[in-house]
């Protein structure tokens, strides 16, 4: 099987299905980044004015104290987690992994479970790095990216799909 028969279809092997799945990943988060930062801006005020999206969108904000952007940017980061991750589970079960090892609900169900376990270690570390060292938003929000992606890709390879 050719490099991009591989790409094109759901059949790879291990260094090809890792890039796949790293690109489905950097879909999922370049969504979840879009959500978060609509959220943060809109729905529940976290950002600062030295964040880059303010600063390169010119965006008007509120001041806040550093509790209520912690908890704000947490409730955003749960906003944004709800729809990135469906893009990430749609990515993977039509382009990186195959479905079957559980049935359709269980493996919804796994899928935002193990998902859901990463973005809570790194939200309450966002959180915990806002309130404690009152660091900029976006640098706390970067914490979050790294740890579920440091989480993800062994669970659903190993727990959730087929190989």
Known sequence: ??????????????????????????????????????????LFPSLQANDSAVKFFKLSLPELDDATRSRNSMLDNVTAFLFSNMVAYIINIYWVFERGRHSLPVEILLFYAGSGISVAIGTVM?????????????????????????????ARKCLIFKG
């Open 1 to 42: 099987m050719t490099i991009v028969e591989q790409f094109m279809g759901r059949e790879a092997g291990p260094l090809v299905q890792f890039i796949k799945y790293s690109i489905a990943g950097g879909i999922a988060t370049a969504t979840h980044i879009v959500i978060f930062h609509l959220a943060a801006w809109k």
């Open 126 to 154: 966002m959180g915990y790095l806002i309130r404690r060292f009152g660091i900029r938003t976006t640098y706390a929000f970067i914490s979050n990216i790294v740890m579920a992606v440091l989480i993800n890709y062994v």
